[in-house]
C-alpha cells in the first residue's frame, strides 16, 4: 500500500506559478513510477507528467504536449516526495491535480495503470 497527499494548490493569476507537492508513504518508494494527473470539470483525468527510476529501467521524465517547457516533475526519493513546478500558468491548466504512484511503462499516460491515488488539490488560474 501507498498512502499519498498532495498540497500546493491554490488561487494564482494567469502567468503566475505554483508548486505542487506530494508526500507518500507505505512502501519503498524510490523504484515505482510516479505521476501527475489532473481533472477539469466535466472533463475525463488526464495525464499531465511522469517520472521513473533508476532501479526500475527508466529513470526518465514525460509530460503531456500542453504543458512541455512550462512544468517540471521531479522527485526527491531520501524524503518520499514528488513535485510538479508549475510556471506561465494559463486558465486551462485549471483543475484537481491528482498525485499517482505505481504506474507500469510504457503506459504512462492511462489512469488506470496506476495503483495508488491521491486526494487531489486544487489549482486554479484566473485571468
Known amino acids: 500500500q501507498v498512502q499519498l497527499v498532495e498540497s500546493g494548490g491554490g488561487l494564482v493569476q494567469a502567468g503566475g506559478s505554483l508548486r505542487l507537492s506530494c508526500a507518500a508513504s507505505?512502501?519503498?518508494?524510490?523504484?515505482?513510477?510516479m505521476a501527475w494527473f489532473r481533472q477539469a470539470p466535466g472533463k475525463e483525468r488526464e495525464f499531465v507528467a511522469a517520472?521513473?527510476?533508476?532501479?526500475?529501467?527508466?529513470?526518465?521524465?514525460s509530460y503531456a504536449d500542453s504543458v512541455i517547457g512550462r512544468f517540471t516533475i521531479s522527485r526527491d526519493n531520501a524524503k518520499n516526495m514528488v513535485y510538479l513546478e508549475m510556471n506561465s500558468l494559463k486558465t486551462e491548466d485549471t483543475a484537481v491535480y491528482y498525485c499517482?504512484?505505481?504506474?507500469?511503462?510504457?503506459?504512462?499516460?492511462?489512469?488506470?495503470?496506476?495503483?495508488?491515488w491521491g486526494q487531489g488539490t486544487q489549482v486554479t488560474v484566473s485571468s
Open positions: 499517482a504512484a505505481n504506474g507500469a511503462w510504457p503506459f504512462l499516460n492511462i489512469p488506470a495503470k496506476y495503483d495508488y
Open positions: 507505505g512502501r519503498t518508494f524510490s523504484n515505482i513510477i
Open positions: 517520472i521513473g527510476s533508476r532501479s526500475i529501467g527508466w529513470s526518465g521524465v
